[in-house]
């Protein structure tokens, strides 16, 4: 990670973290940087957050003044930036978005040529750029200005995509969708609509301060309430640019990205569709879906958190599965980042084709409960090498013994430590958990 870009793009609150002249330099760089040889094309994104808006017109001043066209797909999903940009002429995209974090934050995610998440040499020299270690790059004049592209269209192709991935009617079935006032407050229901399904929608009416609020993939008891008071078949929560998705069954049971991975990679193994009968899971899995792929014959291999890390693994290996428990799931044969709509809708394949509840599909997955205690801190190196937090740490290992396990982790788009417990009983997690979070507090780390 560097100084501005972490895991997920450069992220932090709109102004503060992350401002408009920030925004207006990374375009400038990137239209320079792709420039040098021809007439670039870059495709823009962004979530419905009121600083969305404002980031757009700051990218497309920096770009065009490079000498970049700039095509603006307006509010859209992460993925559809993906598709549009590996599926089209353009040289690389860009999303506006803080994925699931509130409103007050945005980010900027970059993204290259072949739909996947930007190399880190070109990162690394845009932010030497923005750091004026890199001297100022030359503005285009006369025709050589860049143009502004309203391409709506490619949205559009985008969700004729999606459609096309169903392999099956949804006529007779109920679907419930939470879009997070977010990136998918038109397109879900309009994908499922399409599809026969009946709709059951909440959370689609976004006003720039809205997004996430109680709402989508990371507050899931609006969504599980809906499911149950209105006697649906399934039910869907994104997060606000949906490249998240975490289900719900009849019953209003939650079905992390764990439960959906277990799910997904049974039934292609059946179906011969699980390339070299493994997934890609990352650190913060579920002991239960270990166990769980174990009992299916099913392998699977262990990556840093962050769906980047889990696409590197299934490209390098070839694997067709992999995802986060957070909901970033992968189909590699469909897409190169996660994308919650192309989620619900391998879902609902395998719903279907079953002809089984979803609560029928997944109860021999046991989750081993877990606890995960964020605290925000003002150095986040420090606390991951110091001596006191690692003892804390091993002393819960000791005390976990083969029942289960302690992580401590950075974020890698907040300055947030996370100490994360998983054990066969819950109060023993809360009481690790709180244990390791003290010491952090005590060394005065805590902001």
Same mark, same amino acid.
């Given at each position: 990670?560097?100084?501005?870009?972490?895991?997920?793009?450069?992220?932090?609150?709109?102004?503060?973290?992350?401002?408009?002249?920030?925004?207006?330099?990374?375009?400038?760089?990137?239209?320079?940087?792709?420039?040098?040889?021809?007439?670039?094309?870059?495709?823009?994104?962004?979530?419905?957050?009121?600083?969305?808006?404002?980031?757009?017109?700051?990218?497309?001043?920096?770009?065009?003044?490079?000498?970049?066209?700039?095509?603006?797909?307006?509010?859209?999903?992460?993925?559809?930036?993906?598709?549009?940009?590996?599926?089209?002429?353009?040289?690389?995209?860009?999303?506006?978005?803080?994925?699931?974090?509130?409103?007050?934050?945005?980010?900027?995610?970059?993204?290259?040529?072949?739909? &996947?998440?930007?190399?880190?040499?070109?990162?690394?020299?845009?932010?030497?750029?923005?750091?004026?270690?890199?001297?100022?790059?030359?503005?285009?004049?006369?025709?050589?200005?860049?143009?502004?592209?309203?391409?709506?269209?490619?949205?559009?192709?985008?969700?004729?995509?999606?459609?096309?991935?169903?392999?099956?009617?949804?006529?007779?079935?109920?679907?419930?969708?939470?879009?997070?006032?977010?990136?998918?407050?038109?397109?879900?229901?309009?994908?499922?609509?399409?599809?026969?399904?009946?709709?059951?929608?909440?959370?689609?009416?976004?006003?720039?301060?809205?997004?996430?609020?109680?709402?989508?993939?990371?507050?899931?008891?609006?969504?599980?309430?809906?499911?149950?008071?209105?006697?649906?078949?399934?039910?869907?929560?994104?997060?606000?640019?949906?490249?998240?998705?975490?289900?719900?069954?009849?019953?209003?049971?939650?079905?992390?990205?764990?439960?959906?991975?277990?799910?997904?990679?049974?039934?292609?193994? &059946?179906?011969?569709?699980?390339?070299?009968?493994? +997934?890609?899971?990352?650190?913060? #899995?579920?002991?239960?879906?270990?166990?769980?792929?174990?009992?299916?014959?099913?392998?699977?291999?262990?990556?840093?958190?962050?769906?980047?890390?889990?696409?590197?693994?299934?490209?390098?290996?070839?694997?067709?599965?992999?995802?986060?428990?957070?909901?970033?799931?992968?189909?590699?044969?469909?897409?190169?980042?996660?994308?919650?709509?192309?989620?619900?809708?391998?879902?609902?394949?395998?719903?279907?084709?079953?002809?089984?509840?979803? #609560?029928?599909?997944?109860?021999?997955?046991?989750?081993?409960?877990?606890?995960?205690?964020?605290?925000?801190?003002?150095?986040?190196?420090?606390?991951?090498?110091?001596?006191?937090?690692?003892?804390?740490?091993?002393?819960?290992?000791?005390?976990?013994?083969?029942?289960?396990?302690?992580?401590?982790?950075?974020?890698?788009?907040?300055?947030?430590?996370?100490?994360?417990?998983? #054990?066969?009983?819950?109060?023993?997690?809360?009481?690790?958990?709180?244990?390791?979070?003290? +010491?952090?507090?005590?060394?005065?780390?805590?902001?």
């Amino acid at each position: 990670m560097g100084k501005y870009f972490g895991t997920d793009g450069f992220r932090g609150e709109a102004n503060i973290d992350l401002n408009v002249e920030h925004a207006f330099k990374v375009g400038r760089y990137l239209g320079w940087h792709y420039g040098k040889e021809h007439k670039c094309k870059i495709v823009i994104g962004k979530d419905t957050r009121r600083s969305s808006y404002m980031f757009e017109y700051a990218l497309v001043a920096g770009l065009t003044a490079s000498g970049a066209d700039a095509y603006l797909l307006h509010v859209t999903t992460t993925p559809s930036v993906s598709y549009v940009v590996s599926t089209e002429d353009f040289d690389c995209g860009i999303m506006i978005s803080a994925s699931h974090n509130p409103y007050c934050d945005n980010g900027i995610k970059l993204i290259n040529s072949r739909g &996947e998440k930007m190399s880190e040499s070109i990162i690394a020299d845009i932010e030497a750029y923005l750091d004026g270690v890199i001297g100022e790059i030359p503005l285009a004049t006369g025709e050589d200005i860049g143009c502004t592209v309203d391409y709506a269209l490619g949205r559009n192709r985008y969700t004729g995509y999606i459609i096309s991935l169903a392999k099956n009617s949804y006529r007779g079935l109920k679907v419930g969708l939470d879009c997070s006032n977010g990136s998918t407050w038109m397109l879900a229901k309009s994908v499922f609509d399409a599809l026969g399904a009946k709709t059951y929608v909440i959370n689609n009416q976004p006003n720039g301060l809205n997004i996430n609020l109680d709402c989508g993939s990371t507050h899931i008891e609006g969504l599980r309430k809906h499911v149950r008071e209105n006697c649906l078949d399934v039910g869907f929560a994104f997060d606000g640019d949906a490249d998240r998705c975490i289900a719900v069954d009849e019953k209003g049971n939650v079905l992390t990205g764990d439960h959906i991975i277990y799910l997904c990679a049974s039934y292609m193994k &059946e179906c011969g569709e699980l390339a070299k009968n493994t +997934v890609a899971t990352t650190v913060m #899995s579920n002991l239960g879906l270990y166990k769980a792929l174990d009992r299916k014959g099913i392998g699977y291999v262990k990556t840093d958190v962050g769906d980047k890390f889990v696409y590197e693994a299934m490209r390098q290996n070839g694997y067709s599965l992999g995802g986060e428990e957070s909901g970033h799931v992968i189909f590699s044969k469909y897409a190169s980042t996660g994308d919650g709509l192309i989620t619900a809708i391998k879902i609902m394949e395998v719903f279907i084709e079953s002809k089984l509840p979803l #609560s029928k599909l997944v109860e021999d997955f046991v989750s081993y409960p877990q606890l995960t205690k964020n605290v925000r801190v003002s150095d986040k190196d420090a606390v991951m090498n110091d001596e006191d937090v690692l003892q804390a740490v091993k002393g819960a290992e000791q005390q976990l013994g083969g029942d289960g396990r302690i992580l401590l982790r950075r974020s890698g788009t907040e300055p947030v430590v996370r100490v994360m417990v998983e #054990s066969q009983g819950e109060t023993l997690c809360r009481t690790l958990a709180e244990r390791v979070a003290d +010491v952090i507090i005590s060394k005065g780390y805590a902001q």
